[in-house]
């Protein structure tokens, strides 16, 4: 086992989640997401997690997901939008084929909507998503090999610069 083939890091809204299965598809390998496996093991959605544990106990149970699957998962890795605040995290994708998806804030409104449960995104979206993209872009790019735009693509398109810029930046 050497990990997973490709992981997916970005924000909400990225498109983590359906770029990967489309990632998946075409490579043939599993798909998986570490926000359902936190959400598996603590037996409650994300929400739920961060409203009665607390956000500290979600990045607990994060990092666990994310080192599991890392060492578990052979196929497309998608990240939570978190999971780079980690220390420990970062340092597990040292080496790893890790793209970055990034996204404009417009963008990501409108593909996030302000009626889906995304806890940190729950008072003011548009500012709390900037906030956290200007805490967390030094973090998604430290930890990726590429970065790929994904404004005015389809996940088709990106799914294909994806592939297009793991071939052009081999480990």
């Known amino acids: 086992m050497t990990g997973p083939a490709v992981v997916l890091v970005g924000p909400p809204g990225s498109g983590k989640t359906t770029v990967g299965a489309l990632l998946a598809e075409r ?39 994310v080192r599991r699957a890392v060492a578990e998962h052979d196929g497309v890795l998608a990240l939570g939008g978190g999971a780079v605040l980690t220390p420990a995290t970062r340092a597990l994708l040292t080496g790893l084929p890790v793209v970055f998806l990034d996204v404009a804030l417009a963008e990501a409104v409108r593909r996030v909507g302000l009626d889906v449960p995304r806890p940190l995104l729950t008072i003011n979206p548009r500012q709390r998503w900037r906030a956290l993209m200007d805490e967390r872009r030094p973090w998604y790019t430290e930890v990726a090999r590429a970065v790929v735009q994904t404004a005015e693509r389809t996940p088709d398109e990106v799914a294909t610069a994806v592939l297009d810029a793991l071939e052009h930046h081999p480990a």
């Open 27 to 65: 490579l043939g390998l599993g798909l998986r997401d570490t926000d359902a496996d936190v959400a598996a093991v603590a037996g409650k959605p994300i929400p739920e997690i961060f409203l009665e544990d607390g956000e500290p106990h979600f990045r607990v149970l994060e990092a666990e997901a």
